[in-house]
């Protein structure tokens, strides 16, 4: 047996540390007193150690592997170098409350087995958790990540975890991450892109999104359908993007939908606006409802080929009424009907019949109001009649929509 420690720390070089050796019994270990995994007994020896590591102002801290025991050791407030806890264990509870983080901390793949507090901590770069098995309660209140980047992707949280008040300046990353308690993301910023695809909430009706705005942040893939969202803030999309002055109309919507965003994917798409529909429909809130079913429509309209985008019923759909959300349009296709067929009368009778615009159409207005055969001196051409008949179907069709339209906006049942 090797009286060195030969466990790989940072680059993969060998720890070298002598054996611990353990005061009680005599025996020694093959590991040093940071790696031992075994509950060491000399819980001072254990301090004296890691404070000799800490004021030897190594370039990089590395803690790779260490195991720390369920008390009796802590850390300075400061961390001036980079701090490399990849692979860790923390038997008991952590407490890096305050901790300023000046340069990158990585805690790869580290087992929290207690609490883990990073209350108001503050990592100035970046802050890694990637694949960390946090099992007990995890407090990340008011903590803030200044910049690079922020990685939680695979982490897996098994106690209620908050982030209440923390501020991911530069946005974070949650992909593939389990939550299996409550969550609490009351007044997090998420200051850039952020992403919670494929991340699971297990108890999605605990996890609280509150007063964030969610304008940068991506939720493909992940459950979100009963997930609470009080005060929050979606990114504005236009409803008609390439149509000028159009363009102010603007929806609620995700950031997904962005071609900068990275490839689409539109059936994801159509996925997280029918969860986020639901979501809001089960509290009542139809305006932002009636947005994400139109976001759902547009993510299919989209995902087909680009001919078909436009020559489609869909796209008549939503010209006509976006998609049964809008009464406004219908009602504005009636007015240019009601408006346009007169001069449509006119010009089939030509200029033989001596009547003005004004004269067509109140002619027009009253065939429609009270249906009798047209005056044959002037309406009564085949294609004055066709005209008049074509008029008919469409204002059926955009009556018929207004009154959905207005339907929708008012029942307060179901859809
Ligand atoms: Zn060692």
Redesign the pocket.
Known sequence: MSSF???R?LLGRP???PAYVDPASGLPSD?????CYKETGGFTEFQNALDAYLSSNPKDYDFH?FVFPCRGWKFPSVFPECAYFNYAVFKGDVYFGLTRFQKKAVFTEVTFEGRANFCTAKFNWDGFFLNSEFRSLVDFAGAEFCLGQTDFRFCKFRGDVTFFDCKFQKGVAFPFARFEKAVDFRDTLFGGNSDFSEAVFAEPERVTFSGNNLSHVSFARCNIAKTIFQRVEWLGIPVWPKAGILRRWIRNGVVDELPSSGQVNHEDLAQTYRRLQHNYMENYRYSEAGDFFVGERESLRRGKVKWRQYASIDFLYKLASLYGESYTLPFVWLAVLLLLTPLALLAAVGSDCNVTYWHAFLENLELFIFPRIPDASCAATAVSRLTICTEKVLVVLFVSLLLLALRRKFKRKSF
């Open positions: 420690c030969q466990e720390m720890c070298g540390r590991k040093c007193i940071f790696h592997r």
